[in-house]
């Protein structure tokens, strides 16, 4: 780290004689508590055991303001190894606190605790946090809000209520147990019993009438919806009967407002709404809102719909607790294989653009890296039994790499100078190039390679990252997470990325900006960054079985000249492996 962190621990002892005398001006510390423990949860009628956060699935609700510090307590009450990670959150110079196992800490071992400290920068809006070890974020996973600290919503329509929605999968088997039997097998893992709004399968599912979320509304007001995809392993549809959405912000990031019958959101994405109750009600008051799964897989998938109710708010009326047992889906809400709406959704999507929050894509870049996203077959080892396509072991990959995740924290190991003796570098092109969305996949398919490869780049490096689609397997829609950065949306398309072809319809005036990118089914999707953030950071598929089987790479940016630009030091309570 050299002379720029000696004058960091020099500018950090300044600092602290500093902050000895309370200043008028000194930043709010919001301070928060997690147990994390296991609990007894019914659905469906299945009692079991869940991993929750302070007692509660979904987790508690986190609201703090922009330029706020942040730090939670974490206590682990279960009988395994968990983190936390803040889903959105830069995490400026503060990787320590980002979360992922073995890319930026040790685990928080059974009985230890860890504080996760971070300060809120220049970011307002909905972002999540979840577990980031195994498949905990099945149950381990609650929202982050964050307000503005002075400036008004840039929307117009007065809003009366903020409702976060957030989406999951409900499994009767035990979560554990799906997740080893598919690593041990190699096959693909079994889909989810139900999927939940807030926690709840809702009356579509046997035995879950009581299990409904009902959010009462009243007429001629204005809500704002924070929608949360916290599902494991499904893009999913969403949308109220009769009713309009207005899409006003995602990932955290406000965008030009257009009106909608239906969204789609990955896993790992957040949308904010708009929605007006200007709707005549029946005797009920009752409207449908509904989520499918968006399905480009040929892979088994949970084929059914999570539903839950706005109910008007009818003077006189018989309250309601449960709804009722018959019910019409919406006839907004679209069909599982809607290719078509999922594609024209993305490109009505743009960054708001406007002089108090613009839109700072890179316009020329550094570096570009092309990279393939490909789902592998691998042959079964001997004396195993394999029950992948074929009996063979299925796995997933990036430029052919299949990502081992270490048995150490790979930020500590680059903090103290050791990562050059212990991972080897990412490629920035695909080793063998062919015809990636037009590949027969029977004949084609390549055995991956396993690795810890990383992508090195200097501080404030404009990348880009060409994400593309193979048809290994079979083509499929891929929402690929960055950890630590924000990234624009330059460009997507079908079939081949052609740099000299597609470069030409990039969107460098307001493209959307996000954390989570959703990678076209049998296409491709360029994001450019500014990598102004030095650590190390997880660039990964969201869909949770996609990460089990390697589809994952690591990002390190070096520290620059100045100690503004250098990661901050370890924590005196940082865990240990």
């Known amino acids: 780290m050299g002379n720029c962190c000696q004058l960091l621990l020099i500018g950090l002892l300044t600092l602290s004689i500093f902050l000895i005398k309370p200043s008028s001006s000194s930043k709010i510390i919001r301070r928060f508590s997690y147990n994390i423990e296991r609990k007894n949860v019914t659905r469906l009628c299945r009692t079991k055991k869940l991993l929750t956060v302070n007692g509660k699935y979904p987790g508690p ?11 939670v307590k974490v206590t682990n009450k279960s009988p395994w190894n968990t983190t936390i990670h803040w889903h959105g959150v830069r995490q400026l110079r503060s990787g320590w606190a980002d979360g992922p196992a073995y890319i930026t800490q040790c685990p928080i071992v059974p009985g230890g605790t860890y504080t996760y400290k971070f300060t809120i920068i220049n970011q307002r809006g909905t972002l999540w946090w979840h577990a980031h070890l195994s498949w905990q974020r099945a149950t381990v996973h609650g929202a982050f809000i964050i307000y503005p600290r002075m400036r008004p919503y840039p929307f117009s329509a007065p809003v009366e209520a903020e409702i976060p929605i957030i989406f999951g999968e409900w499994w009767n088997g035990e979560i554990e147990d799906i997740e080893n039997d598919m690593k041990l097998y190699g096959s693909g893992p079994n889909s989810s019993d139900a999927y939940t709004i807030n926690g709840l399968p809702g009356p579509s599912y046997p035995c879950s009438n009581k299990d409904t979320f009902i959010q009462t509304i009243e007429q001629g007001k204005t809500y704002l919806l924070r929608i949360i995809n916290a599902a494991l392993n499904d893009e999913l549809f969403f949308a109220v009967a009769n009713h309009t959405l207005t899409v006003v912000e995602i990932d955290a990031v406000y965008t030009k407002p257009f009106t909608t019958k239906a969204i789609m959101v990955t896993p790992g994405q957040t949308t904010n709404v708009l929605i007006t109750a200007n709707q005549v009600p029946d005797s009920t008051g009752m409207f449908v809102m509904a989520a499918r799964p968006y399905l480009t897989s040929v892979f088994p998938f949970d084929n059914s719909t999570t539903v839950g109710f706005l109910k008007y708010k009818i003077p006189n009326a018989k309250i309601t607790k449960t709804p009722a047992k018959s019910f019409t889906l919406p006839s907004n809400l679209p069909q599982i294989e809607d290719t078509p709406f999922a594609t024209k959704f ?18 020329e870049i550094d570096k570009r890296v092309i990279t393939t996203i490909s789902l592998n077959l691998q042959d079964c080892p001997v004396n195993q039994t394999c029950k992948g396509f074929k009996n063979k072991k299925f796995y997933a990959s990036m ?25 080897s570098n990412f490629p920035g092109r695909p080793p063998h ?65 052609d740099v000299d072809r597609d470069t030409k319809y990039y969107n460098l005036i307001d493209p959307p900006e996000r954390n989570t990118v959703a990678v076209p089914v049998g296409g491709w999707a360029a994001i450019r960054l500014t990598a102004d953030n030095p650590g190390v950071w997880f660039i990964h598929c969201h869909l949770e079985e996609h990460t089990s089987w390697g589809l994952a790479m690591g990002l390190i940016v070096q520290s620059g000249q100045h100690p503004s630009q250098c990661l901050l030091p370890p924590p005196d309570d940082f865990p240990t492996c």
């Open 433 to 497: 190039p062919f015809n990636y969305t037009g590949v027969d996949p029977l004949s084609e398919n390549l055995n991956t390679e396993f690795s810890t490869r990383i992508l090195v780049v200097p501080h404030g490096t404009k990348l880009e990252i060409v994400l593309q689609d193979t048809n290994f397997l079979n083509p499929e829609n891929h929402p690929i997470h960055v950890h630590g950065h924000n990234f624009f949306i330059v460009g997507r398309g079908f079939g081949n990325y």
């Open 346 to 363: 993305a490109e009505k999507l743009r960054s708001l653009g406007s002089p108090e929050y613009p839109c700072n894509v890179p316009k």
């Open 61 to 71: 609700t986190i609201f703090v303001h922009e330029g706020d510090n942040v730090e």
């Open 399 to 423: 430029n052919n790499q299949s990502f081992i995740r270490p048995s150490i924290s790979i930020l500590e190991s680059h903090y103290r100078n050791l990562s050059n003796t212990m991972f």
